[in-house]
Each structure stands twice: as structure tokens, then as C-alpha cells.
């Protein structure tokens, strides 16, 4: 049976979770009231950290969902996304329209990825 390694945890969630070869993040976040642009730069900022924190990286991501607070702001934040993005290496990407956990933000990334031992 394959075990559950959780890090960063505390009573409400843990910020990264691996299971096999496989890396699950929490939702990550810019900082609130910055611009979506700003914002994604931080979250993907956020994202790269915990990922390598994992034994994994941007290049072993499987699955992205982005919720942004506007679709209104979809180009802004692709922009950001796409200059971020090796070329070869996008994951699977859902990207759609909710509510954020405070109105100042504007923009979370959750994350699958895969070990990189796992290649």
C-alpha cells in the first residue's frame, strides 16, 4: 500500500501532499490587492517553491486548475502564465470563474504533479 506523506500541515489543510509518485498543492495565491498579473507571478512564485520543496518542479506538472476571481482578467493572467511556461512542458489546464476565499484576490493555482524520479 502506498503511503500518505503530508508536509506543512495544520489542523485545516496541508500545503503539499504526495501519494506515489504523485505531488498534490494546495491552492496557491498571490498577495492580495496586487494586480492579476502581479498576483500570478507570485502564486507560480509560491507554486515553484513548493514543488522543488517536494522533489519535483514546472516541468512535471500534470494538472493545473486556475480559478480567477474575473474572467475579465483571463488574458492578464495568461500573459503571465505563458512567459512562466516552458514551451513542451504544458500540463492539462482547467481555468474558470469563482469567488476567492477574500475579495482582494483575484487569482489561485491548484497543482498535480509528478515526482521527478518518476520519469
Not at 496557491?28 to 500570478?40: F, L, R, Y
Not at 500573459?79 to 482547467?94: F, K, S, Y
Request: charged share 25%; net charge negative; hydrophobic share 40%.
Amino acid at each position: 500500500m502506498t503511503t500518505i506523506q503530508r508536509e506543512q500541515t495544520n489542523q485545516r489543510m496541508s500545503k503539499i501532499v504526495k501519494h506515489g509518485e504523485t505531488v498534490y498543492l494546495c491552492g496557491q495565491v498571490g498577495i492580495a490587492g496586487e494586480s492579476v498579473a502581479d498576483q500570478t507571478k507570485e502564486a507560480l512564485r509560491r507554486v515553484e517553491t513548493l514543488l522543488n520543496e517536494a522533489g519535483s518542479d514546472k516541468h512535471h506538472m500534470l494538472q493545473v486548475i486556475v480559478w480567477l476571481a474575473d474572467m475579465a482578467d483571463f488574458q492578464e493572467m495568461n500573459e503571465v502564465w505563458d512567459n512562466w511556461m516552458p514551451e513542451g512542458d504544458a500540463p492539462a489546464r482547467a481555468c474558470g470563474e469563482a469567488k476567492l476565499a477574500r475579495p482582494e484576490l483575484k487569482v489561485e493555482l491548484i497543482v498535480t504533479a509528478a515526482l521527478k524520479n518518476a520519469e
